[in-house]
């Protein structure tokens, strides 16, 4: 049987296996039942980031759990769907296992990059690095991306790192996913917007910016050739971004596609 595959989907933050989601399994199975939904008419997958809450692996072992959701990735991969994962700041330590073993690039980029898709020009990435950020986040963001570091960090044992990991997670994440928040801040706002400014000066044809990171669901021109989307969450949302080749649209997935 031929499918015809014709769109390209984007999602990101689901930080599945992040301990202040009270039911890991049901969080677990919705994305699954998500992806299930689009792989017929899928021909790639943009995952932009923190789609894991924790992820390290060592050179022989990897973390438990996520069955479901890698075996879908791979069942996909096998059918011909592409799937591109960019790093993002929780799930930063994507080596060469997953890549490897369901099929998938692996993209770790500082703040994104230009692709074109259907011969559209976009620009994607995560979204934590697009744009100025403050001193203390850049300095550690090059800390947990130094392979000195990483060398050093894979030699502690699981049992140490990982509560450390998510309990961390937790503590940054709290209170900021119930309610949703409506809108990026002021701050993040203009931050945002003059990185998109500036691609567009850059790349005359660009006619979307992809991000994630920010938890906030935003579909707003940047000029007018440019549109800028922000992904949202899969933690108090269900968003996600689908192009067919000439538009993109932001949606909110209720269980059908």
Request: with cysteine; net charge neutral.
């Given at each position: 049987m031929n499918v015809r595959r014709t769109n390209t989907y984007f999602i990101s933050d689901v930080h599945l296996g992040a301990r202040y989601i009270s039911d890991a399994r049901a969080h677990e199975n919705r994305i699954v039942a998500f992806l299930r939904a689009i792989e017929a008419d899928a021909k790639a997958l943009y995952l932009l980031g923190d789609i894991l809450d924790y992820w390290f692996e060592?050179?022989?072992?990897?973390?438990?759990?996520?069955?479901?959701?890698?075996?879908q990735l791979a069942r996909m991969a096998d059918a011909g769907v592409r799937i591109i994962w960019f790093t993002g700041n929780h799930d930063i330590w994507l080596f060469d296992y997953l890549r490897d073993e369901i099929g998938m690039e692996v993209v770790d980029v500082k703040g994104g990059i230009a692709r074109r898709i259907d011969g559209t020009l976009f620009y994607m990435g995560h979204g934590d690095m697009f744009g100025r950020q403050p001193t203390g986040y850049r300095i550690l963001r090059s800390v947990f991306h130094n392979k000195v570091c990483q060398k050093l960090y894979s030699g502690l044992h699981p049992r140490w790192t990982l509560p450390f990991a998510h309990g961390w997670s937790s503590h940054s994440r709290k209170g900021q996913c119930h309610p949703p928040v409506p809108r990026l801040s002021d701050r993040a706002h203009s931050v945002v917007m003059d990185e998109a400014r500036r691609l567009c000066e850059a790349y005359p044809d660009l006619r979307y910016i992809v991000l994630g990171h920010h938890h906030v669901a935003v579909d707003e021109p940047v000029t007018s050739e440019c549109r800028l989307l922000v992904l949202g969450n899969w933690i108090s949302e269900s968003t996600y971004a689908v192009f067919d080749g000439s538009d993109i649209s932001l949606r909110e997935w209720n269980g059908e596609i």
């Amino acid at each position: 049987m031929n499918v015809r595959r014709t769109n390209t989907y984007f999602i990101s933050d689901v930080h599945l296996g992040a301990r202040y989601i009270s039911d890991a399994r049901a969080h677990e199975n919705r994305i699954v039942a998500f992806l299930r939904a689009i792989e017929a008419d899928a021909k790639a997958l943009y995952l932009l980031g923190d789609i894991l809450d924790y992820w390290f692996e060592y050179r022989t072992v990897v973390p438990r759990g996520y069955v479901r959701f890698f075996g879908q990735l791979a069942r996909m991969a096998d059918a011909g769907v592409r799937i591109i994962w960019f790093t993002g700041n929780h799930d930063i330590w994507l080596f060469d296992y997953l890549r490897d073993e369901i099929g998938m690039e692996v993209v770790d980029v500082k703040g994104g990059i230009a692709r074109r898709i259907d011969g559209t020009l976009f620009y994607m990435g995560h979204g934590d690095m697009f744009g100025r950020q403050p001193t203390g986040y850049r300095i550690l963001r090059s800390v947990f991306h130094n392979k000195v570091c990483q060398k050093l960090y894979s030699g502690l044992h699981p049992r140490w790192t990982l509560p450390f990991a998510h309990g961390w997670s937790s503590h940054s994440r709290k209170g900021q996913c119930h309610p949703p928040v409506p809108r990026l801040s002021d701050r993040a706002h203009s931050v945002v917007m003059d990185e998109a400014r500036r691609l567009c000066e850059a790349y005359p044809d660009l006619r979307y910016i992809v991000l994630g990171h920010h938890h906030v669901a935003v579909d707003e021109p940047v000029t007018s050739e440019c549109r800028l989307l922000v992904l949202g969450n899969w933690i108090s949302e269900s968003t996600y971004a689908v192009f067919d080749g000439s538009d993109i649209s932001l949606r909110e997935w209720n269980g059908e596609i």
